[in-house]
């Protein structure tokens, strides 16, 4: 089994994804001695903006290619790879703004790749991924939760189960920390997403 563990908050050591990345990921191990982990710190180290270079490599013959659209194309080639090896995601998505922190999103404009990852049929486009799972921990500083006020300005997890069941990862789980910026609320927020994911362990074990 394959794990492949991403962060994109910026917030380092006071991270409530981060955190709650590591738990699962810990509690998984425990779990499960033998699970290789694959990590990718997409805050450490962002990948670079999409760029001319990239979009005509992709209608180009490999022989005819230039160096830029080479080494535009090879940017995203251990990001696929670590992807395409995986099993299962674990991917820490704050909210950012109402949607994911642009250093997710440059990672998604990497590996969403027509003939790689999804293809073109005559019935529409189709995701090539298939028989993965995903956890997305999302957190956030308000409530955006079903049923609440703001619901539909959440373009964070909608996005990225919208983003991740078009290239075929469509067995997603949200483990929520919701709220973590209102007064009182950041321990009983985090508190909740860590018994979620010891259920979710104990589930799967
Ligand atoms: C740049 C930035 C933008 C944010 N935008 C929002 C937002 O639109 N809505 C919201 O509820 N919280 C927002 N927050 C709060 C974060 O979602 C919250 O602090 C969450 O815990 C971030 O995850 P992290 O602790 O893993 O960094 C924002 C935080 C930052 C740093």
Same mark, same amino acid.
């Given at each position: 089994m394959k794990l492949l563990h991403i962060d994109s908050s910026i917030s380092g050591g006071n991270s409530v994804s981060r955190q709650l990345t590591q738990a699962i990921v810990t509690q998984w191990r425990q779990a499960e001695p033998a699970l290789e982990v694959s990590y990718r710190d997409l805050a450490a180290d962002a990948p670079a903006h999409l760029s001319a270079a990239v979009l005509s490599a992709g209608g180009t013959p490999p022989q005819e290619r230039s160096a830029e659209q080479h080494a535009e194309l090879a940017r995203g080639e251990p990001l696929l790879a670590e992807l395409l090896a995986a099993d299962v995601l674990v991917i820490g998505a704050p909210m950012y703004n109402f949607s994911i922190p642009s250093q997710l999103k440059a990672w998604l404009d990497?590996?969403?790749?027509?003939?790689? %990852?999804?293809? *073109? %049929?005559?019935?529409?486009? =189709?995701?090539? =991924?298939?028989?993965?799972? $995903?956890?997305?921990?999302? %957190?956030?500083?308000?409530? *955006?939760? $079903?049923?609440?006020?703001?619901?539909?300005?959440?373009?964070?997890?909608? *996005?990225?189960?919208?983003?991740?069941?078009?290239?075929g990862i469509t067995d997603i789980t949200v483990v929520r920390a919701e709220g973590v910026s209102m007064k009182g609320k950041r321990a009983q927020a985090i508190g909740a997403a860590q018994a979620q994911i010891r259920r979710l362990l104990r589930a799967a074990a």
């Open positions: 990497r590996v969403m790749v027509a003939g790689r %990852t999804f293809k *073109y %049929t005559e019935n529409g486009p =189709v995701g090539l =991924v298939n028989g993965k799972q $995903a956890i997305i921990v999302s %957190t956030r500083g308000s409530v *955006y939760a $079903a049923g609440s006020p703001a619901q539909l300005m959440d373009h964070q997890e909608s *996005y990225l189960k919208t983003a991740l069941g078009f290239i």
